[in-house]
């Protein structure tokens, strides 16, 4: 096994499936599987979702919304998704607990770095909610930042896509394929993996970053087991 902890990061509009927005339940159900499946090889799992699938702040803000309530409608969003993830994980049987920068204390638990870390070496999957808890910052920081703060070992950014690509392979299909890749390569060609203060914070602190297809089951798996699924983003 190549990771003890990780941070799971999955985009809410990866919890769309084929839909236009909101949840698909099987999509769901996939997710949960998957994450059972390296549960049970003794993985400790923290798991960072977005709320693009509900709602966008920024999206919001440029329609007029103020960017700070906009912001703050998201965080919640991504308490909608962290609560539909811990429900499929339940079902499948796996133990966890979604903890919240924001208090929501009939529905979760308040972030605590050492209980969230308690619960991962009981072998819970700990779900984290609300972002930052602050506006102008993205899941994707709240993800860096929650991985740095429970010293996980790798952020696992699950995409639609199977890696980094030198453009778009959804629109350009000459497009080339990293398998590995230095934060700094990252940045001189202006690749877009995750925002820049999310991005800046995880060289800082040497946190590698893998991306690659959560769409497709077993591939969390193989990438927890050291395979060469998707891209690596290190020093």
Excluded: W
């Excluded at 902890?5 to 998957?34: C, F, N, V, W």
């Excluded at 690749?191 to 089951?217: C, G, R, W, Y």
């Amino acid at each position: 096994m190549q990771y003890k902890r990780i941070l799971l990061k999955l985009s809410g509009e990866a919890l769309m499936g084929d839909r236009t927005h909101g949840i698909d339940p099987k999509r769901l159900a996939q997710y949960a599987q998957d994450i059972k499946e390296i549960v049970g090889l003794g993985v400790e799992v923290a798991v960072v979702i977005g709320g693009g699938n509900i709602f966008r702040g920024v999206a919001a803000a440029s329609n007029g919304m103020d960017r700070v309530q906009g912001d703050y409608m998201g965080m919640l969003a991504t308490c909608i998704n962290g609560l539909a993830l811990q429900s499929a994980l339940e079902d499948a049987e796996v133990p966890s607990r979604l903890q919240t920068a924001l208090k929501i204390e009939a529905i979760a638990e308040p972030y605590i770095k050492r209980r969230a870390v308690r619960h991962l070496e009981k072998g819970r999957v700990v779900i984290f909610g609300a972002g930052t808890g602050n506006p102008f910052f993205t899941t994707d920081s709240a993800a860096v930042l929650r991985a740095i703060e429970v010293n996980a070992d790798v952020i696992l950014k699950g995409t639609r896509v199977d890696g980094i690509y030198t453009a778009d392979p959804e629109k350009d299909k000459s497009a080339q394929k990293f398998d590995n890749i230095s934060f700094s390569d990252v940045l001189s060609k202006g690749l877009k993996v995750m925002d820049m203060t999310a991005f800046t914070l995880s060289q800082e602190n040497e946190l590698p970053i893998i991306v690659f297809d959560m769409n497709k089951p077993g591939n969390l798996k193989k990438v927890v087991m050291g395979e060469p699924i998707g891209t690596l983003v290190n020093l």
